[in-house]
């Protein structure tokens, strides 16, 4: 666990991807760290589990030391109040100070990641805050993408195919911009912005060809044509596809 | 492992994603498949080990049997030559028999392969075959382009930021507008295009901040800025990068 570690003695925090929420699906090394981590790091929303902490469960030392780092604001407070980013700013900074402390006493800490810690993850607003203090190690995973792709039996691209990944979360005259110009679209984060989302793929010309997937790799997981959907109340982790069609032999 | 199979005297064909070519960065499902294998398939070139063979090798049954899957043509051959797509189409075919074969005949086979099956991969022309006659599951992994984005130390994606995954065989011009557009950027087989992707990227302002990585998460991994690797010959798997810089609190 430690080969890789510099020789202070300073402990390493490994940000460590754990992939699309099936335990089965994470690494050999994540697996690895993990299970035989002393202390265990994890974001969750307050009053609640936490779903990186909830697909780890039943796999971590029985004297395992958690710290669970609980968002101060959630995804109702719309991303434009001025107070968004300065709350989320000193809730990253505290968490920092306390990991920052743990490695400071020579302590691993292993902090636990849905998807790919360095793929639109929360992680990396510690790892900026950490980086060159502190060894940080990465360890990246299967993305939630690849799971809903995978869920769907179709491969997502072929040959020359051109993917964009979208946010639901831009405006709907961005969205259209990038449907239109790509071979195959992965739009995350979909949730409340499931009517932009409909609306951007039918003016780009793609609604028909999209599919809806909601909690891939996980229990729960359904795969649907997005038009057969319609009127549906769509989770946050819900992807949309559009799969590409490029050269084939 | 033949928990989800239906109720058939098939075998299953598992589409095994290895990940990036750390043997350490496969799933632990794709771990426990290959290790109990008694049929293991994959592709290679003639005369070559083949890379996906490469990254279990120490890790098969003593008794498994292969079956390596050579391909009559190269990258060398151009993809406009009108034999390419006919040489490989039947390749493909005869791949796909003697798999049919095995599972008719009972037995699971475990094709390996690099990176994410359905991602640009090579298993997807046999999956297109097989699907609907033998049972097929897929196994996602941990993409190259992940590994790549790791070992640059940065996050590849922040906030609402855009990511566009291009192929460097790609027409220059296509490549400009898509790099333009896109906020983070991912360019794959890079090999011989590679001064095609400098000057896409110098056109569309980004020249400056691509990164170039080779091997990643293999022996043999560099990572350095695309502008202090001038003059050097690129493998057909590296990877340039751009990375996003959206929203960060």
Known sequence: MSDAAPQTTHGIIHGVGLGPGDADLMSVRAHRLLTNARHVAYFRKEGRAGRARGIVQGMLRSDVIEFAMEYPVTTEIPLSDPGYNAALSGFYTRCTA????????????????????FFYGSFMHLYERLRGEVPVQVVPAITGMSAAWTATNRPITWGDDVLSVLMATLPEEDLVR??????????????????????????????????????????????????GAEGRVTPYFSIVLVHGSGRRP
Not at 98 to 117: I, M, N
Not at 198 to 212: C, E, F, M, T, V
Request: glycine share 8%; with cysteine.
């Open 98 to 117: 306390h990991l920052r402390d743990l490695a400071g006493q020579g302590e691993d800490v292993v902090v636990l990641c849905e998807g790919d810690p």
């Open 178 to 227: 990038h449907m239109e110009a790509a071979d195959a679209l992965v739009v995350m984060k979909i949730g409340r912005n499931i009517d932009k989302v409909r609306s951007a793929l039918r003016r780009a010309g793609k609604y028909d060809a999209a599919w809806l997937v909601e909690y891939a790799s996980m229990e729960g997981q359904t795969v649907q044509k997005l038009a």
